[in-house]
């Protein structure tokens, strides 16, 4: 008997973000495979199988890329219906996160390590989405008497 | 070979320029390779391009002596990765170079790990170019995150129907 594999989409924007996620692949190797991210050539390095969706890169003073970049995550989300949602950030994986839910997938955040002062801001905005919410700094990991993400680890 | 990164998205001309100035009085010429984001800046004594492709991100750190990067964490794992000692130097949102100061948070993190060198501005950095063929890398970093942190994502993967 054959047991239908999940579904996952790995969410980066190029650079940083993408390296780091790259990181945590043992996770998901019994998954099928999806990243969505913002550089074509991703696709030569990728894990056999797994498939690269694109989308633009777009800071939040980019209005037009940004609600650009929201309808592209929309549409990826629909076509794909991913049962797990995981990303690294920045916007992209706010977006995939935010809209993931409301579809019903379930949804992890990794703060970025380069966060080491304070969760980034699209880790703050996503919290409400996210069902597991990780910094990869121990001081920055929520207490008894503050709300915060987990630590359970780092990329490095 | 010396490989010069700023990144994926902004250019970073305080760091670029004083690397062009420093190949240029340095005898030997050094060989840099300089991927130096979408600027005005055109360096004369390196080689240089806005933008290379993720492949040939890995290709050139891969054949580089030494990194110098923001500091970023795309370039600083890569160099861990491949076990390149790497010169960093923060970008500043004051002087518009990032949307905030988090690069100054990560060069503080990253100061004295083996191979991780901060420059902490275009003032320092020159003496550390200097010194750049006695610095020395780590053992190169496993290619993959705490055992813990894919082991939590991997259960919670799982959980569900």
């Known amino acids: ?156 | 070979m010396i490989f010069v990164t700023v990144g994926t998205q902004l250019a970073f001309d305080r760091m670029v320029r004083v690397i062009d100035e420093w190949a240029g009085r340095t005898e030997p010429r050094p060989e840099v390779v300089g991927q130096i984001g979408p600027s005005d800046l055109v360096p004369q004594h390196i080689d240089h391009r806005a933008f290379v492709e993720p492949g040939e991100f890995a290709e050139l750190a891969d054949r580089a002596d030494a990194i110098v990067a923001h500091a970023g964490m795309g370039s600083i794992i890569t160099a861990l990765t491949y076990g390149k000692p790497i010169v960093i130097m923060p970008r500043r949102a004051d002087l518009g170079e990032q949307r905030n100061d988090h690069q100054l948070s990560t060069a503080a993190r990253f100061a004295g790990r083996p191979g991780v060198f901060v420059a902490k501005d275009e003032h320092e950095l020159p003496g550390i170019l200097d010194s750049l063929r006695g610095l020395t890398a780590g053992e190169p970093i496993p290619p993959f995150a705490d055992p813990n942190l894919i082991q939590t994502i991997r259960e919670f993967i799982d959980r569900g129907q």
């Open chain 1, 1 to 156: 008997m054959s047991v239908k594999k999940r579904r996952i989409l790995a969410v980066a924007s190029g650079g940083g973000h993408f390296v780091q996620l790259r990181r945590m692949r043992p996770a998901w190797e019994h998954c099928e495979v999806h990243y969505l991210s913002t550089l074509a050539d991703y696709a030569r390095e990728l894990e056999p199988g797994a498939k690269l969706h694109l989308v633009n890169d777009a800071n939040r003073w980019d209005k037009i890329g940004v609600a650009r970049m929201a309808m592209r995550v929309a549409w990826t989300l629909i076509k794909l219906r991913p049962d797990v949602i995981v990303s690294t950030g920045a916007a992209a994986g706010y977006f995939a996160l935010r809209f993931g839910k409301l579809m019903g997938a379930r949804t992890i955040w990794v703060d970025s390590i380069a966060n080491a002062e304070e969760l980034s801001l699209t880790g703050r905005m996503v919290e409400k989405y996210a069902d597991l919410w990780l910094t990869q700094w121990p001081d920055l990991a929520g207490t008894d008497e503050a709300q915060g993400p987990r630590y359970v680890g780092s990329v490095l």
